[in-house]
């Protein structure tokens, strides 16, 4: 199963006024796991970014001058994404900003299986609060680098979040089910080199059937074999 966590910074909160994503980040999940496969761009926009995005984020105005457009980038978050489910926190804001820049150049909206970790984390934790700073703090996840929000870096932070949400850890547990069979295989062997095989002798039988006969009233007597 694979899941894209995603995340945009933007030069606003509203792209009904004109604000555009200025960075989009994503992380690829399987089966629950990170699999070290990221995606991250910034782009030009068209709006100088206001002073509040600025002390969010930490970029300025002649840094996304030197950047590609989003129509540049757009296919390279079309072929990162596909048609896999999409972890977003706060889901309509992201994208709400994204199919607007889509639709600006002429493309069709994400169609994509959405999960909003918002939701996700107020069902699960039954908290009002759920902003990814606190959701952080609850499951004891590193904030140091998060002197400025970013893409990327708030993507990764999320798919913790939400490997947590989700179950926590064990999901590091399951089986690879991309593993070839010669990779099963060695690791079967591998197992059965660890594992000491016991042999009984006719004095361990006897000494048993011995030791099970001092035994007054046993349980097993009550079963038919």
């Not at 361990?204 to 079963?223: A, E, G, Q, T, V």
């Amino acid at each position: 199963m694979r899941e894209i966590v995603l995340d945009t910074e933007t030069t606003g909160l509203n792209f009904k006024s004109g604000d555009r994503i200025i960075e989009v980040g994503c992380v690829e999940l399987r089966n629950h796991v990170t699999t070290g496969n990221t995606l991250q761009f910034y782009c030009k926009p068209d709006k100088s970014i206001s002073e509040g995005a600025k002390n969010i984020v930490g970029l300025s105005d002649e840094f996304l001058a030197k950047q590609k457009t989003f129509k540049e980038n757009h296919k390279l978050l079309l072929d990162f994404i596909k048609n896999d489910t999409l972890i977003i926190h706060n889901s309509d804001f992201d994208l709400g900003f994204i199919n607007n820049e889509l639709s600006l150049i002429g493309i069709s909206a994400l169609t994509n299986p959405v999960i909003d970790t918002v939701s996700l984390a107020r069902e699960v934790l039954n908290t009002r609060i759920a902003n990814l700073d606190y959701l952080c703090r609850r499951f004891d996840i590193d904030l140091s680098d998060r002197s400025f929000h970013g893409a990327l870096l708030d993507s990764q932070l999320l798919a913790s979040v939400y490997l947590e949400l989700k179950g926590g850890k064990q999901f590091s547990m399951e089986l690879d089910t991309t593993k070839s069979e010669d990779e099963k295989s060695l690791i079967n062997n591998t197992n059965k080199e660890k594992t000491k095989e016991i042999i009984l002798t006719e004095e361990n039988i006897s000494n048993h059937r011995k030791m099970l006969k001092k035994i007054k009233n046993p349980i097993w007597n009550k079963f038919n074999y």
